[in-house]
């Protein structure tokens, strides 16, 4: 009954990741590499340089690591946050008994059912500074047009908007599901002893919601730090390169110019290895949080 799952694992996941990690252990080029041309083979001849890819990418030699890391950074604490916030902020309104309830709770769900990349195609033809639908609407109201995809600091604010609307209706249902959980009662007491909303949320709701709280943040993080579609698809990575993000420099590596293989696979390594540490260490910190509410 297991041999299928381990073999669908294996052949899915771990043997890319040995296989990307072997690589990285490299010098691998499209110029080095194995290929076939017609009824001819060229085979491999790439060496093997131990950590040394390792070592110019985090000594900053390899120059460009640090500033996506950085915006990464950024990108993901702002994404994460208006993610939760105001799927929270939803979630508490939609969980009110309201008339046509289910009609907002359908459409607040749309932008999570949209595919990343129609979602960044659409999107790009709304900011497009050329024919954009919302310069041209800034223009009929007098405003001056702004190109939101030509300079850095819109774009970035561009992609986070992007990001922010087709990631709230994830937190949205999750934290929805959680606030249902949470028994009526206690609120009626808290009511009764002259609780305020303020401290019926601060007392109640946040407690109740940590288990889903914990869930779904550690999970948009790791959607989020690897968002790849919104970024390639909307930007490219540009403005220059000050909308790349860490998974975008990979792909970059490996697919423009001359490719790099190994350089893209040293990325991925990093990259899951910054994923994996941060996911044990916020593991560590949520149980002993927990332990301290008991």
Request: proline share 6%.
């Amino acid at each position: 009954m297991v041999v299928p799952v381990v073999v669908v694992l294996g052949v899915l996941v771990l043997y890319p990741l040995a296989r990307g990690i072997v690589l990285s252990l490299t010098d691998a080029t499209e110029l080095n590499s194995g290929r076939r041309i017609g009824v001819n083979t060229i085979p491999a001849t790439y060496d093997f340089v131990g950590l040394r890819n390792y070592l110019d990418v985090l000594s900053g030699t390899e120059g460009t690591f640090y500033p996506r890391l950085l915006w990464t950074v950024e990108w993901t604490v702002a994404c994460v946050v208006l993610h939760y916030g105001i799927g929270l902020g939803l979630a508490m309104l939609l969980n009110r008994a309201m008339r046509l309830r289910t009609l907002y709770r359908m459409l607040l769900i749309l932008p999570w059912a949209v595919p990343p990349f129609v979602a960044a195609f659409a999107w790009r033809l709304i900011l497009n500074n050329q024919g954009g639908l919302l310069d041209a609407l800034m223009q009929r109201v007098g405003l001056p047009g702004v190109d939101w995809l030509g300079q850095p600091l819109p774009a970035k604010l561009s992609v986070i908007m992007v990001n922010v609307w087709m990631g709230v209706p994830f937190m949205m249902v999750a934290l929805l599901g959680g606030l249902q959980t949470i028994p009526k009662e206690l609120y009626e007491a808290a009511e009764v002893d002259g609780a305020t909303p303020w401290q019926r949320f601060r007392v109640i709701t946040l407690p109740g919601l940590r288990p889903v709280t914990g869930t779904v943040v550690l999970l948009g993080v790791i959607w989020t730090f690897n968002q790849f579609p919104v970024i390639a698809l909307l930007t490219g990575g540009g403005p220059g390169d000050s909308t790349s993000i860490l998974v975008t420099g990979s792909y970059y590596e490996a697919f423009r110019g001359i490719r790099n293989y190994s350089g893209a696979a040293t990325y991925g390594v990093i990259i899951a290895s910054m994923l994996v540490v941060f996911a044990s260490f916020y593991k560590r910190w949520l149980a002993r949080a927990q332990e301290a509410t008991r």
